[in-house]
């Protein structure tokens, strides 16, 4: 199976793809992953994409599928893949249709998980940081047992400067701009299939599971 994952930031994509690789044994392909192993291992397109990256200009949609090929093309996605965070438009969503074809693939389904933007805000603005070992936490989710201290070594906790509620909101916004087209996409094309993302974790996943098991995809 071969599944698009689309969600805007605080969803809890990271957390549901981790219960479908273990439940379903396919890789999740973070592109956010893929692109820092490319670049720390030096490969031919990671060092392009690292010099657009050091220049702070967007990586060019050709080095981008590149780099989402080269991982494509590997043993363990024999069996499928979970990629997130790619595609983020419709052009490279027509480049990874290509891609795919040309390996006598095509994606099976592209998984929304929905979440309302303005109850995303109080997720992705409650994160806090250790200063000395980087264990998170959240105010509301998961508070420290000493407000501002870290449980493991007792460091200051801080907050990220792209985790303020301005600079979330507009985060949000440039998502939820960039994800209607692709939404749209997959829905012309039969793929999409949503979900509400606002129910409880447990919940989230086993509605996920009846939307593969409803497409014959059962677990390994």
Sequence with gaps: MHIIFIGLPGTGKGTQAEFIQAKFS????STGEIFRAAMSEGTALGLEAKAYVEKGQLVPDEVTIGIVKERLGQG???????????PRTVSQALELERVLIEGRRRIDLALHLDVDSGKLLGRLTGRRLCQYCGETYHVMYRPPQEAGSCDKCGGPLYQRPDDTEETVATRLEVNVKQQKPLLKFYKMRGQLRSVDGEAGIDKVFE???AILESLHIRAR
């Design 207 to 209: 509605d996920i599971c």
């Design 76 to 86: 363990d996605t024999a069996r499928g893949f979970l990629l997130d965070g790619f």
């Design 26 to 29: 396919i890789p999740h392909i």
